[in-house]
């Protein structure tokens, strides 16, 4: 009964009205590949973030790269190197799926995606698909979908960034502060020929130590934080049989202290990682003349992360590996008909000394047709049918529809569910003292629904999304049987109702974007219901994001302001609320050379992102950018 309720009010908010395309502010239009949101989900919220806009904001990966975007949510560990886990609308990081160079990123062992892992250089663009997209991207898409493109070359340009980090607020704790932490980036691109080569490649090092402020202004020192660590990326794409054939590879290592929760420490453990990926990808637009596009795409991956502690001596170390192919279609049967399909098939494996050897196949299918009605309205059913053959899966659908009411004015509205499969640590975990896998676990399940409303003028842009989602059979470790060993099992539920809203204005050298977030989140676990009101741990219930710009010829000056309120630890723990107050000046100081200073937590707040796990107090970066075309 709680299940039909829950859908029942998503049903309702599909049909009273459409959703809307949410764009990151000074979106660009880009060529949709076949795989992206925007040939995908026409009746979708999607953000689109460009390299142009990431290279401006200053961030060096991909997580700092969607800070500014409506309902996401970077969960980060505090320390160097710690994970940099992404969120959508309330979804757990294993709910949102991170897609690189058309093939996905979700580690089959953990099931989640570190942003914080894929460096800035490399990137072309990201788009954000918000909201269930099972019925597109098969497992895990039920948050949304991160797309993410890297470069593959264009006009010769070299761009070297070198930075330093200082912590002000600790200085006379610490004089090595003033050289906390440092990072070196470079990126090229290029064209031989007709064909495009981009490289990029980044070096990271911190010092042993960080501080995270405290309320009162005390420094609270966080020991066995040091980093060090370097990624590349080779980017190629060539004209080939009349289409474009691209390839890309890349290859990152990290080795860094795990200072641990503030009730557990681990002030000897240390981490390294260390990953290498490589894709490559046919594509034509004009087969059929021009009626066919076609994409057929090969991946493979491999990744190793050991944990030492000499406190605690026992071997940790876990390899995974994955590969596939994919092949997808573009079919314009007339004006009125598109229909896009594809096929995917997928392996995934692990040698791990806590989860064994576990092997996983995959084959999915999945259509899409984009069907035009009437004038500037488009409707976008779509259907996906996934096998595992390691637990159930089965059929996924949703429904979309788009609306151009003027040239201005967009009305949007998407339906439908959504899945999310066991990670090899859910199933396989072995059986110890205190904890053990579930082999029977099923699929997590979700119903989802948006409605919402696009203004897109010369000098004002605004978009503002309603939504609700239902999850059932989530995955929930405990303690079932009272026996004190974890356990996942399949046991709770949840309901997720929401909004959020951005508004873009643009005057001249001025730009003022502000974004506002809702989310409701209700556990709804062992009979409980709405009026419970029992929370889930770690979303704020509002979230408030402003980001003024001024910019001219000689440099820019950008304010990043944010507030949340609180967070549920517990049904009756929060975290506190935090004002978030950030800085960026620019200035051009040669004809090819800009110097940057950029300062984060400026108010110096006591503040985690997640409980335990405090962050840096402010902190304060230089650095000189030099831009060779």
């Known amino acids: 009964m709680r299940k039909a309720a829950c859908f029942i009010l998503v049903a309702a908010l599909a049909v ?185 490649g980044s070096f990271e090092r911190a010092g042993d130590s960080f501080p995270a402020a405290q309320a009162g202004g005390a420094v609270l020192e966080r020991g066995n934080a040091g980093f060090l660590g370097g990624s590349g990326s080779l980017g190629l794409e060539v004209p080939v049989l009349g289409g474009i054939l691209s390839a890309a590879l890349s290859g990152r290592y990290e080795d860094f202290g795990v200072p641990g929760i503030l009730t557990w ?5 240390e981490q390294r990682n260390r990953d290498f990926r490589g894709t490559a990808a046919w594509s034509s637009d004009a087969l059929m003349r021009g009626r066919l596009s076609l994409d057929v795409s090969a991946f493979g991956a491999w990744s190793r992360m050991e944990y030492e502690d000499p406190d605690e001596p026992a071997d ?28 995917e098939f997928r392996y995934d494996g692990a040698e791990s000394t806590k989860v064994g050897n576990p092997r996983r196949y995959h084959a999915g299918a999945y259509a899409a047709p984009v069907l035009a009605v009437g004038r500037g309205v488009k409707v976008s059913p779509a259907v996906r049918l996934d096998w595992y053959d390691d637990y159930p899966a089965g059929l996924t659908y949703s429904l979309g529809a788009s609306a151009a009411v003027s040239e201005v004015v967009t009305l949007k509205a998407t339906a439908g569910r959504s899945y999310r499969a066991p990670a090899f640590n859910d199933l396989y975990w072995p059986a110890d003292p205190w904890t053990e896998g579930n082999p029977d676990l099923l699929t997590e399940t979700s119903w989802y629904g948006e409605i919402g409303l696009e203004t897109l003028g010369s000098r004002i842009e605004t978009a503002v999304n309603l939504f609700a989602r239902y999850s059932d059979d989530l995955i929930r470790w405990g303690d079932p049987d009272g026996d004190f060993v974890w356990r996942p099992e399949n046991l709770a539920a949840a309901a997720f109702i929401g909004a959020d809203a ?61 507030w949340r309120s609180e967070r549920y630890q517990s049904p009756t723990i929060t975290l506190d609320p935090v004002l978030l107050l950030g800085a960026r000046v620019e200035l ?42």
Request: aromatic share 6%.
């Open 316 to 343: 940790d170390r876990h390899d995974t590996f994955s590969s596939g192919a994919d092949f997808r279609f573009r079919y314009l049967a007339s004006d009125a008909v598109e229909l896009p399909a594809g096929l």
């Open 16 to 200: 009273l009205g459409p959703g809307a395309q949410v764009r990151d502010l000074g979106e660009v239009s880009v060529t949709a590949e076949s795989w992206s949101p925007a040939a995908l989900a026409p009746g979708g919220s999607v953000v689109v973030v460009t390299a142009e806009q990431i290279e401006a904001s200053g961030a060096k990966n991909a997580a700092e790269a969607l800070a500014s975007v409506p309902g996401f949510h970077s969960l980060d560990y505090g320390n160097p190197g710690s994970v940099r886990a992404p969120s959508l609308r309330g979804a757990s990081s294993g709910q949102v799926l991170v897609i690189l160079d058309g093939a996905r990123l979700n580690d089959a062992r953990q099931g989640n995606v570190d942003l914080g892992q894929i460096p800035a250089e490399s990137i072309e663009r990201i788009e954000v698909l918000k909201g269930g997209a099972s019925s597109l991207y098969g497992a895990d898409a039920v948050g949304g979908v991160i797309v993410i493109t890297t470069k593959r070359g264009g006009d010769p340009r070299l761009t070297v960034t070198a930075e330093n980090k200082v912590y002000p607020a600790a200085l006379g704790a610490d004089l090595e502060y003033l050289a906390a932490a440092q990072r070196l980036g470079a990126s090229l691109d290029t064209r031989i020929g007709a064909a495009g080569l981009s490289a990029s």
């Open 588 to 629: 051009r100081v040669a004809e090819n050379a800009d110097v940057y200073l950029d300062g984060e937590n400026l108010l110096n707040r006591a503040y985690a992102e997640m409980d335990g796990y405090p962050m840096p107090g402010i902190t304060l970066k230089a650095g000189l950018r030099i831009l060779l075309d």
């Open 502 to 562: 951005a508004v873009a204005v643009h005057a001249g050298p001025v730009s003022v974007s502000a974004s506002y977030g809702l989310l409701l989140t209700y556990d709804l676990a062992d009979g409980r219901t709405l009026a419970n009101d029992v929370r889930i741990a770690n979303y704020p219930v509002h979230t408030v994001k402003l980001e003024p710009v001024y910019s001219d010829g000689f440099g820019k000056v950008s304010l990043r302001g944010s």
């Open 265 to 269: 420490l681990t002030p000897n453990a």
